[in-house]
């Protein structure tokens, strides 16, 4: 089991945060000051050079999701942490973004990276907590079998670009 971390910032809506429902049930650590966020984490973060892998895998023990708007987050506070990466090409199924690209929960977002990690039961497990939760998996079942096998993130990029396309 993948150790789950949020940067939470408090600038979403509550009653729609997906991580204070993890956080409810005890399955993801929640920090409040980016510091706070170990050196040694899987970053999620979609300015990351590096997209995702199951290469990573052999060196990941956490991921943490920056739980937080885009619009205030300053993307260069994050170039401490070498092991960011940014997510492939993945539809959420969220109610407020259903259909559309890159717009993911974070719990969307700890769910695909734990796929594609080959942590498929501990992504089942997180999801399932939201009415809708399992359908992220639904609906993005083939690029998620994929990612999952792929060898690198450059061959991520490839399979991604199928998608894109």
Not at 43 to 48: I, V
Not at 62 to 82: E, F, G, Q, R, Y
Not at 86 to 113: C, D, R, W, Y
């Amino acid at each position: 089991m993948i150790s789950l971390i949020a940067f939470r910032d408090n600038s979403c809506d509550p009653k729609k945060c997906t991580v204070k429902k993890l956080e409810k049930f005890g399955m993801i650590n929640v920090v409040k000051k980016i510091t706070q966020v170990p050196k040694t984490t899987l970053l999620l973060d979609p300015t990351a050079e590096y997209v995702i892998s199951p290469a990573d895998k052999k060196w990941v023990t956490s991921i943490t999701a920056l739980d937080c708007s885009w619009v205030v987050l300053d993307t260069t506070n994050l170039n401490p942490w070498k092991n960011r990466r940014a997510l492939p090409f993945l539809v959420a199924a969220n109610p407020v973004n259903f259909g559309k690209p890159f717009t993911l929960t974070s719990v969307e977002a700890l769910a695909a990276a734990l796929v594609i990690l080959g942590e498929q039961d501990q992504a089942v497990r997180i999801l399932e907590k939201f009415n809708w939760g399992l359908n992220f998996l639904k609906l993005n079942e083939e690029p998620l079998e994929e990612y999952a096998n792929a060898k690198d993130s450059a061959e991520m990029l490839k399979i991604q670009s199928e998608y894109i396309a």
